[in-house]
């Protein structure tokens, strides 16, 4: 059996537990102290509408182009100014550090839909998980629960090497809180204090709560329903609702087929990969795999 290379640290596993469940509750638990401490109307405005889609498409991006395409897989290289930015747009999703993202991503591509793989919806470190709703519970998000650590030093010995990436890393609480309170920033600058506490929660709070849920039904989801590439050795799935949703991430078999790719087929789905050709064409990003 292949070594998985996952943490006997009770203490390492504990703490990134801990990491998991603040990420995922912070975001809820800020949006209930804002409707019950605010004495403003939080109804969206078109102000408020429009910061929330800007900052939905910006960690949209941190995290399909950033974390996914290249942090973990090296689909292009840029240089180290647009790293950065990408790195700082991923950790505003709030679904941890990159180093730990990274190496968790590449333990699922390693054990894909097989025993060890952290988040498939068929097993589990385990071994197989018999029920699908269990399995669809444990892919979305129980696994971050209760799952073990992906040790870094196996599957991303190139992060923890990257001076930037290990400051982003170190530093992932401030950063968050800033994917946080910058929409209120503008909120006020565009329409006053009423307006910041409408883009707090909906472009801070509700953005990342609801990107949680996207990214998460790739891993769950999109191993249960949609379509194979033929001959695949996984139950990743082809699914438009997410591709559609996602820049091109729910096209989730082809990129198990190709997990180095820069553009998923079909291409006319994959806006992410239209993206990344389009700051080619800028000089932004450079060497398309």
């Not at 401490?37 to 109804?43: H, M, N, P, V």
């Not at 941190?62 to 240089?79: E, Q």
């Not at 329409?191 to 910041?196: A, D, K, L, S, T």
């Amino acid at each position: 059996m292949k070594d998985p290379y996952i943490s006997q640290d009770s203490r390492e596993n504990w703490d990134n537990r801990v990491l998991n469940l603040a990420s995922i509750c912070l975001p809820w638990l800020l949006m209930v102290a804002i409707a019950s401490g605010s004495e403003k109307q939080l109804a969206p405005t078109a102000t408020t509408l429009l910061v929330f889609a800007v900052f939905f498409a910006m960690t949209v991006v941190g995290v399909a182009i950033g974390m996914h395409r290249y942090f973990t897989h090296h689909a292009f290289k840029t240089s180290g100014f647009i790293k950065v930015c990408l790195g700082v747009l991923g950790t505003w999703a709030m679904q941890g550090d990159i180093t730990r993202w990274v190496a968790d991503h590449r333990r699922h591509h390693r054990f894909a839909d097989k025993q060890f793989d952290p988040h498939s919806p068929w097993y589990s470190d385990r071994g197989p998980i018999p029920n699908r709703l269990h399995g669809w519970f444990h892919a979305h998000m129980g696994w971050m629960i209760y799952g073990r650590v992906s040790q870094p030093g196996r599957y991303a010995p190139d992060c923890l090497a990257d001076r930037s990436i290990a400051v982003l890393s170190r530093y992932y609480w401030p950063i968050v809180a800033l994917g946080l309170v910058l929409p209120g920033a503008f909120g006020y600058l565009l329409g006053g204090e009423g307006e910041m506490a409408r883009c707090v929660f909906w472009a801070g709070a509700a953005r990342v709560a609801l990107l949680h849920q996207l990214t998460w039904s790739v891993n769950s989801f999109g191993h249960l329903f949609g379509q194979k590439v033929a001959g695949s050795d996984s139950e990743a799935r082809d699914n438009i609702f997410f591709a559609l949703l996602l820049l091109g991430e729910g096209l989730h078999s082809h990129h198990h087929w190709r997990p180095a790719s820069a553009m998923n087929e079909p291409k006319h789905l994959d806006a992410g990969g239209w993206l990344i050709r389009g700051f080619e064409k800028l000089g932004l990003v450079w060497h398309l795999r």
